[in-house]
């Protein structure tokens, strides 16, 4: 049952351009880091309209 606690970290969709919670904060978008494709980035809606940059954990790829 303890592995539950892990479960809902990893299940907290992060922005990761501002880095809240983006599930909570109304529509967001997920897509493959499109330098190594080997990132899930994800915007939130307020990074999306503020054109925030991302940066991709795993190749350090930076984009709008
Ligand atoms: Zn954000
Ligand atoms: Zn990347």
């Known amino acids: ?3 539950q606690t892990i479960a809902e ?3 907290k969709k992060l922005c990761t351009a501002c ?4 599930i909570y904060t109304g529509s967001f978008v997920e897509f493959l880091c499109p330098n190594c494709n080997g990132d899930l980035i994800r915007r939130c809606e ?11 954990k795993k190749c350090g790829f930076e984009g709008p």
């Open 1 to 3: 049952m303890e592995q």
């Open 9 to 11: 970290v990893n299940d």
């Open 19 to 22: 880095g809240s919670a983006a």
């Open 46 to 56: 307020k990074c999306k309209n503020l054109s925030n940059n991302y940066k991709c």
